[in-house]
């Protein structure tokens, strides 16, 4: 029973790390950058809701409705001003400046929150489910958070297969000028991608949090290194790739943690990643592209 | 006379150095609004909790002209600046860097706090005498020296005392999100008492997740859970029950500690917890020890360093809000008496 205990909260764990996980596979997929003020978006999505909830007096949908639509706007911003003049730059002056858009995320955080750790109020008012008289408790987050990730996945597979704007996603990240050429405008699908990860991530936030209340301006950065590993794993570039490469994370943290040593958690999760890439270099779902010459 | 002090202003640990920082400088305007022969300049520089910082921290202090330095106020900072120091020849009083090996080998180190020792020693026998619990679960952090110290001699006493360890479980800072395997372990293992040798930050989690799984055993702190009540935000009704160790409680009904909580309260509109207390008498046993040794102005720092250190070695005593009676050995440890409180409706009660 303990192992389904486990397990449950494994995938709860995984389904939040999947969420921000699509926002760098977007992102990668796109832009071919990796985005490393992603996990900081999150930090802002939480810290708005927190705000919203704690200071504004608005019930939990309202809050966060204000944070995702705040680290959308966000996204869109970080996108024209720190990327967009680097279209043309080399990829490492483009991740250079990711850490440094990261960095100042959290420095000004730091600045109008201060470090004094906020306890999140989870959104999810719900009591635990209790199954088997008492020995299996679920909590109504974990449950929630599966649901919304599910339901973002088939969203997100849907707008990106069935929709103009999806179409034009993956024409971009085929080929940009070729995609330019059948007139796609590039920088729009860009942003707009921009604003789809960044919104996720506000919701990624705000369910991290829910699960985990410890709210400081650093609170990103870790999810979003386990997030950025799980897009790896999966695949970058591949959405059910981020979705699959998220659970696995979460579950193997966990099951790593309860049956091996909580102490090596991390290691063993990395070095699955590397056994993974070692003998499927492009992840597990991840395509082959032949580099054109 | 000019006094130093070091601490995380900003950063994780930043609730513990504002705190030292504004007890300090209630003490400092209490002395200079004596007007006595010995005035206090004082100044504040921030560290981060991170050594590295804080032995820059230092050097600017010493830059400044300090000639005696109350801090770092946190454990890891005090280690890389206490041997600065000892070459330097400063004499260090730290508030709250409660591990030995801030003192070990440092005949200029002093601590105001209880060393990690004598806390998890003190955890043990103040658990097994008021019979809080026969089965005890330890999650503690085991990338942190404070916490990791705490939980060995707990463990030591615990055998000695009959208290029967059915579970321990560790984090670490990267993974302090997730408790549900450690408390799951707890729970299987059926602890009544958890033991928390670990800062509040990860407590305020554990508190939330055991409530959520409907488990409640009784849980035990030290002094780092100190600080828990005034996280923005935290729901106290999770924190009722939660039994620490702490020298000082801001409840206490002496005239001084009255004084003091009203004082703070006024300035900085909050309640002072043990590291503002901590701080605060740090400056009022330097201020006492300096009049012992009859302090003026032309005196090196190095001076007053060999005469506070014989002074400190030989008896001194001083009376604060933190303990009655405190007095220092060679090495370096305080001897004072802890004091057990209680969170009952969102405020410390004291158990004895």
């Known amino acids: 029973m303990s192992f389904l205990t486990n397990l449950i909260n494994g995938v709860s764990l995984g389904s939040v790390y999947a969420?921000?996980?699509?926002?760098?596979?977007?992102?990668?997929?796109?832009?071919?950058?990796?985005?490393?003020?992603?996990?900081d978006?999150?930090?802002?999505?939480?810290?708005?809701?927190?705000?919203?909830?704690?200071?504004?007096g608005m019930s939990p949908l309202p809050g966060i409705l204000v944070a995702v639509v705040v680290c959308t706007a966000l996204g869109i911003i970080i996108e024209k001003l720190a990327y967009k003049p680097l279209r043309g730059a080399t990829s490492l002056a483009v991740l250079i400046t990711a850490i440094g858009v990261s960095y100042f995320l959290q420095n000004a955080a730091l600045?109008?929150?201060?470090?004094?750790?906020?306890?999140?109020?989870?959104?999810?008012?719900?009591?635990?489910?209790?199954?088997?008289g008492g020995q299996l408790t679920i909590r109504a987050i974990a449950i929630v958070t599966v649901i919304v990730s599910a339901v973002?996945?088939?969203?997100?597979?849907?707008?990106?297969?069935?929709?103009?704007?999806?179409?034009?996603?993956?024409?971009?990240?085929?080929?940009?000028?070729?995609?330019?050429?059948?007139?796609?405008?590039?920088?729009?699908?860009?942003?707009?991608?921009?604003?789809?990860?960044?919104?996720?991530a506000a919701i990624a936030g705000v369910l991290y949090l829910s699960a985990y209340p410890n709210l400081v301006p650093t609170t990103g950065s870790m999810p979003g290194i386990k997030a950025f590993t799980a897009a790896v794993f999966g695949g970058i570039g591949s959405i059910p790739g981020a979705m699959l490469g998220g659970i696995l994370l979460g579950v193997i943290e966990i099951l790593g943690k309860a049956y091996i040593s909580t102490e090596m958690a991390d290691a063993i999760v990395f070095a699955v990643l590397i056994i993974i890439l070692l003998i499927k270099p492009t992840g597990l779902l991840g395509r082959a592209v032949r580099e054109k010459v | 006379m000019k006094l130093g002090g070091i601490g995380p202003l900003t950063g994780g640990a930043a609730i513990y150095g504002n705190a030292h920082n504004n007890g300090s400088q209630i003490a400092v305007d209490e002395i200079n609004a004596l007007g006595g022969a010995i005035?206090?300049?004082?100044?504040?520089?921030?560290?981060?909790?991170?050594?590295?910082?804080?032995?820059?921290?230092?050097?600017?202090?010493?830059?400044?002209?300090?000639?005696?330095?109350?801090?770092?106020?946190?454990?890891?900072?005090?280690?890389?600046?206490?041997?600065?120091?000892?070459?330097?020849?400063?004499?260090?009083?730290?508030?709250?860097?409660?591990?030995?090996?801030?003192?070990?080998?440092?005949?200029?180190?002093?601590?105001?706090?209880?060393?990690?020792?004598?806390?998890?020693?003190?955890?043990?026998?103040?658990?097994?005498?008021?019979?809080?619990?026969?089965?005890?679960?330890i999650i503690y952090n085991n990338a942190d020296a404070y916490s990791t110290g705490i939980y060995n001699t707990f463990?030591?006493?615990?055998?000695?005392?009959?208290?029967?360890?059915?579970?321990?479980?560790?984090?670490?800072?990267?993974?302090?999100?997730?408790?549900s395997v450690q408390l799951n372990d707890a729970k299987n293992a059926e602890a009544d008492l958890i033991f928390l040798p670990i800062y509040y930050g990860p407590a305020s989690l554990i508190l939330t997740q055991a409530n959520e799984m409907g488990y409640a055993p009784t849980f035990f702190g030290v002094d780092g859970m100190d600080g828990i009540l005034t996280v923005e935000g935290f729901d106290t009704a999770l924190a009722e029950g939660v039994i620490l160790l702490t020298p000082f409680n801001a409840d206490a009904e002496d005239a001084r500690t009255q004084?003091?909580?009203?004082?703070?309260?006024?300035?900085?509109?909050?309640?002072?917890?043990q590291f503002a207390a901590d701080g605060y008498d740090c400056v009022w046993a330097i201020y006492e020890a300096l009049q012992e040794i009859g302090y003026t102005s032309d005196m090196t720092t190095d001076?007053?360093?060999?005469?506070?250190?014989?002074?400190?070695?030989?008896?001194?005593?001083?009376?604060?809000?933190?303990?009655?009676?405190?007095?220092?050995?060679?090495?370096?440890?305080?001897?004072?008496?802890?004091?057990?409180?209680?969170?009952?409706?969102?405020?410390?009660?004291?158990?004895d």
């Open chain 2, 155 to 179: 463990a030591d006493e615990a055998e000695n005392v009959g208290l029967e360890i059915v579970s321990v479980t560790t984090f670490t800072d990267d993974s302090a999100n997730d408790f």
């Open chain 1, 41 to 56: 978006v999150i930090m802002v999505g939480a810290y708005m809701c927190f705000c919203a909830m704690n200071y504004w």
């Open chain 2, 259 to 273: 004084a003091f909580v009203e004082a703070y309260q006024a300035a900085y509109g909050e309640l002072p917890n």
């Open chain 2, 303 to 351: 001076e007053v360093c060999e005469a506070l250190i014989a002074l400190f070695n030989g008896g001194f005593t001083y009376d604060g809000i933190t303990g009655e009676g405190m007095t220092w050995d060679a090495s370096g440890a305080v001897s004072k008496a802890p004091k057990g409180m209680i969170i009952e409706n969102g405020a410390y009660v004291g158990l």
């Open chain 1, 19 to 39: 969420i921000i996980a699509l926002g760098y596979t977007m992102v990668y997929g796109i832009a071919k950058m990796l985005n490393f003020a992603h996990g």
């Open chain 2, 39 to 137: 005035t206090i300049e004082y100044k504040f520089e921030d560290d981060e909790h991170d050594a590295e910082k804080s032995v820059n921290a230092y050097n600017a202090q010493k830059d400044w002209g300090m000639q005696v330095l109350i801090g770092p106020t946190t454990t890891t900072p005090a280690k890389a600046v206490g041997p600065e120091t000892n070459a330097d020849r400063v004499f260090m009083l730290t508030p709250s860097a409660s591990s030995v090996e801030v003192i070990d080998g440092l005949d200029n180190v002093y601590q105001l706090c209880f060393t990690d020792p004598n806390q998890g020693t003190a955890s043990a026998q103040y658990i097994s005498e008021q019979g809080l619990g026969t089965k005890v679960a």
């Open chain 1, 152 to 200: 973002i996945m088939v969203a997100l597979t849907l707008f990106v297969n069935r929709t103009k704007v999806g179409k034009a996603m993956r024409a971009v990240s085929e080929d940009k000028e070729a995609a330019q050429l059948m007139g796609i405008n590039v920088n729009a699908t860009i942003s707009v991608t921009f604003a789809i990860g960044s919104g996720l």
């Open chain 1, 111 to 132: 600045l109008i929150f201060t470090a004094n750790q906020k306890s999140f109020t989870s959104v999810v008012n719900l009591p635990s489910l209790t199954l088997f």
